[in-house]
T-cell receptor, first 117, second 114 residues
Framework: AQKITQTQPGMFVQEKEAVTLDCTYDTSDPSYGLFWYKQPSSGEMIFLIYQGSYDQQNATEGRYSLNFQKARKSANLVISASQLGDSAMYFCAMRAFNAGNNRKLIWGLGTSLAVNP | DTAVSQTPKYLVTQMGNDKSIKCEQNLGHDTMYWYKQDSKKFLKIMFSYNNKELIINETVPNRFSPKSPDKAHLNLHINSLELGDSAVYFC?????????????FGEGSRLTVL
């Protein structure tokens, strides 16, 4: 069965420090993609970063990087130099490309991040 | 130009009423979705259409009926609203083939059933 686990319901970080949000996944499909989304208090869902299972390097997008450890089945999001605007809910999601329904994303329960000034 | 737009943004209604939410995407994507996000922020997929064909139909009460007149539009009609239907409903679209398949979300429609 495919599953995404985010074990941290809530996290705190000081402004300007780095923070890691954990995500572990489970799939038997060798071809999959991992996504991180941000949902601020205003409610919109914002795509942050993507990692493909065959990508050789960890994905980076500005202050966001994905620490992809395939053997451990983890895809942690690292936010460097935290800003107050990073306070939000963060969701990890996975798509298995060879699954019967490869358009369906499997979602984690989310991690609420609060950045303290 | 908004990529995925859904209307209305807010709905407040009485139990037993019927309501509709409309969604349009101008990204040229082949797949559209309806998600429900409850008060605990859990995202649950409800339906998905690929080129007007229903491809995902999760365990959703048949009071919920999606309709896709074309691949750029996906509407959601809800009959006989119940208190438990109160949630934020997100429309999303994606292009899976030849792409990573990331979802692009609308701003959400907050439904409150009194």
């Amino acid at each position: 069965a495919q599953k995404i686990t985010q074990t941290q319901p809530g996290m705190f970080v000081q402004e300007k420090e780095a923070v890691t949000l954990d995500c572990t996944y489970d799939t038997s499909d060798p071809s999959y993609g991992l996504f991180w989304y941000k949902q601020p208090s205003s409610g919109e869902m914002i795509f942050l970063i993507y990692q493909g299972s065959y990508d050789q390097q960890n994905a980076t997008e500005g202050r966001y990087s994905l620490n992809f450890q395939k053997a451990r089945k983890s895809a942690n999001l690292v936010i460097s130099a935290s800003q107050l605007g990073d306070s939000a809910m963060y969701f990890c999601a996975m798509r298995a490309f060879n699954a019967g329904n490869n358009r369906k994303l499997i979602w984690g329960l989310g991690t609420s991040l609060a950045v303290n000034p | 130009d908004t990529a995925v737009s859904q209307t209305p943004k807010y709905l407040v209604t009485q139990m037993g009423n019927d309501k509709s939410i409309k969604c349009e995407q101008n990204l040229g994507h082949d797949t559209m979705y309806w998600y429900k996000q409850d008060s605990k922020k859990f995202l649950k997929i409800m339906f998905s259409y690929n080129n007007k064909e229903l491809i995902i139909n999760e365990t959703v009460p048949n009071r919920f009926s999606p309709k896709s007149p074309d691949k750029a539009h996906l509407n959601l009609h809800i009959n006989s609203l119940e208190l438990g239907d109160s949630a934020v409903y997100f429309c999303a679209s994606s292009q899976v083939y030849g792409n990573t398949g990331e979802l692009f979300f609308g701003e959400g429609s907050r439904l409150t059933v009194l």
